[in-house]
Structure formats: C-alpha cells, structure tokens
C-alpha cells in the first residue's frame, strides 16, 4: 500500500524550511530595533543631562528626615463632621 504521495514529503519539508527561515529574519529585526533604541536612547542621555543641569533639576529628592511617631494620626470623619459641618440637618 502507498504511503504517501513524495510531493507532500516534499511540501512539508519546504513549509518547516520557511519556518526556520522566518524565524531566524524575526531574531534579526529584533536584534535591530533594540539596537535603534539603545542608539536613540545613548543620542537622548547627554542632552537630557546638559537640560537637567541647566534648570538644576535633581535625580531624586532625598527623603526628609521626620521622626514620625511625634505626630498623632487625626481622625478624618472628626475634622470633617465637626459641628456638623457638611451635613444639613432634616429638622
């Protein structure tokens, strides 16, 4: 009994061929477009530097140094509905 026609081998074998294919092209534009952005990004770095450094605008601000457990936590609902400021009355 036949197998198999050989042309569908064939076909297979090409369709497993434009697979590797399209993959080893899609490895390649990525490899691409992450070199454009590096590119871009190493172009864009000493010039956001030179702006960051005429307007003096610091990395990050450093956090202030509060000793927090001298301060008591207010209670919200009570400075809002103090003397029932907010809240009309029904009567």
Do not use: C
């Amino acid at each position: 009994m036949q197998q198999g026609h050989p042309r569908h081998k064939q076909i297979n074998r090409s369709k497993h061929e434009m697979y590797l294919h399209n993959k080893h092209k899609t490895e390649d534009v990525w490899t691409a477009i992450k070199s454009v952005i590096t590119g871009i990004g190493n172009v864009i770095k000493p010039a956001w530097k030179r702006v960051q450094s005429v307007f003096s605008v610091d990395e990050q601000m450093p956090a202030p140094n509060v000793d927090y457990d001298k301060f008591e936590i207010k209670d919200i609902a009570t400075d809002m509905f103090r003397n029932n400021a907010g809240i009309v009355n029904g009567n």
